[in-house]
């Protein structure tokens, strides 16, 4: 009933930038909150940005200053622009979202799929 497909992942230099996105389909009633994860290899999954429906936004400290998140709810997408990007953010990326569904009881989340993000030294 509801898919996140991910999509700009990939291998970079350091320094590089990387721009993520995730695009929420399905019978969606309302989208509370958007955001993305990761998980590096032998590390737990952790928060690294996430954003309110009204525009809130709660960053990792690792990642501030480096990453902007932002939302377009008409389009029910989520981006993660990646700036100045290290080795320490090498990781699999993954889109979250809490959403209630058309005729749907309560809010749920959903998660993509991950997506890979490399960055060589």
């Known amino acids: 009933q509801v898919q996140l497909v991910e999509s700009g992942g990939g291998l970079v230099q350091a320094g590089g930038s990387l721009r993520l996105s995730c695009a929420a389909s399905g019978s969606i009633f309302s989208i509370n909150a958007m955001g993305w994860y990761r998980q590096a290899p032998g590390k737990q999954r952790e928060l690294v940005a996430a954003i309110t429906s009204g525009g809130s936004t709660n960053y990792a400290d690792s990642v501030k200053g480096r990453f902007t998140i932002s939302r377009d709810n008409a389009k029910n997408t989520v981006y993660l622009q990646m700036n100045s990007l290290k080795p320490e953010d090498t990781a699999v990326y993954y889109c979250?979202?809490?959403?209630?569904?058309?005729?749907?009881?309560?809010?749920?989340?959903?998660w993509g799929q991950g997506t890979q993000v490399t960055v060589s030294s």
């Open positions: 979250n979202a809490r959403i209630v569904v058309v005729n749907g009881p309560y809010e749920y989340d959903y």
